[in-house]
DNA sequence: ACCTGAACACCGTTCAAGT
DNA sequence: ACCTGAACACCGTTCAAGT
């Protein structure tokens, strides 16, 4: 850390410089606990010479995300739409991996970035140049979600340490019949693998292929969302 | 608020008034302004007399999200799974939409609350009796994600105001053709609402319904998830 | 034994004073 | 004109002193 401090203050201050360095500390100590004022310190510089370089937090919030997102593969040419979407989004996945905070982070931007909209923008190209509709590319984009970005919506997220998220064995067995049955019958498939609870990456992949095996079904019979519009009203 | 500052004198304090009241304020002021400081001035109270009732501020979000989800409607007995389902996950979202803060709060938590854990047994229970093995359910389960409880997974919070997510129709048309062609059929397509988006409603029951069916189709005929893995290590 | 004010160790950001 | 230290207006939580 001295060592880096003392490179901070040869090194003249860049965006690119506070962005990489912000990404690196959020990696190493957490987002919850990154600061202006830590990263300052961290690159050897007073916290207000950060503020050359970003307009406040949330701006550099905003540059850290492009840093992740430039992680993203490019797209695959030649591919058909289906194969490349899931590479696209299995590559963002990736991405996003490298970095636990980065899921969170994109989530509570209230709009995209260039860079964001970029990537949003290549794969709507995709659906676009493989045969679906306006109408349809924007609904499957919606059921997407955030998962598009290799977001897994998860209703928590993963506990860092190892997993203890339900409630031990004895407890809670009668409150939460079902619970139980499903943790039991996992606990017991992936006892090989030690104190891991689920498959994160099957789970990815089941849903996107269901969604996109969806997707392909509505594609092929020409849905349109006026057929299913219930009233007049919307 | 000299009001309720009054009959918070008055009135003692207890855990359940504690948390309506964090509901109301958090309702009123938004998530981001709701601290402890504040809250207790709301209840004519000083800071150090919540942590009678809540040990600290993340225990003091679990209890707002119990309010919450509580409002949830309880299962309709006799349906079919794929409508028992619907019914449930519909109503979830009819709660969470109440409270702009709560899908944000309960993905923050780190694990469920015994409240959110009956609603999550009482779904899976619907799939258990409406046939789906253990496997499925559980996969289906994570399939749905936080969707389940009601929440809309999408890149972008809903941005409060008037909508202006995506730039102005002149810039960006030639970087982000794909965007800006999308965003254009939309605005056509609902201009009889007025500055309203997307019809988040539809785009909600849209990927729900497309997840449940395939479900269904997953269900009938007799899928197993170990007929997907790709080999002996997972 | 209970309650609570002051204090602690932080924040992001402003701003005026110094170079 | 630039840079920066001190200050401002907050946090959640601790803790010791007062009743």
């Not at 139980?180 to 006892?191: T, W």
């Amino acid at each position: 850390m001295a060592r880096q401090a003392e490179a901070g203050r040869r090194t003249p201050l860049t965006r690119e410089r506070v962005l990489r360095a912000a990404v690196a500390l959020a990696d190493g100590i957490g987002i919850e606990a990154l600061s202006m004022r830590k990263l300052a310190q961290e690159l050897g510089v007073v916290p207000m010479a950060l503020y050359k370089h970003v307009a406040n937090k949330e701006q550099l919030l905003d540059g850290m995300v492009d840093v992740v997102v430039g992680e993203i593969d490019p797209p695959a040419p030649g591919a058909d739409w289906k194969s490349a979407v899931r590479q696209r989004v299995l590559s963002a996945r990736r991405a996003l991996l490298a970095h636990p905070w980065a899921a969170r982070v994109i989530q509570s931007r209230s709009g995209p970035t260039p860079v964001v909209l970029a990537y949003m923008d290549s794969v709507i190209g995709i659906f676009r140049t493989g045969g679906f509709s306006v109408d349809l590319t924007h609904h499957v984009m919606h059921a997407l979600g955030s998962r598009m970005i290799g977001i897994t919506q998860e209703l928590f997220d993963p506990p860092p340490g190892p997993r203890a998220q339900v409630p031990a064995p004895q407890e809670g067995a009668g409150e939460y019949p079902y619970v139980m049955e499903l943790a039991g019958a996992v606990a017991h498939d992936k006892d090989s693998v030690v104190g891991q609870g689920c498959d994160d990456q099957f789970e990815f992949e089941f849903a996107l292929d269901l969604l996109l095996d969806g997707f392909e079904r509505l594609q092929r019979q020409g849905w349109f969302s006026a057929d299913h519009m219930r009233d007049e009203g919307r």
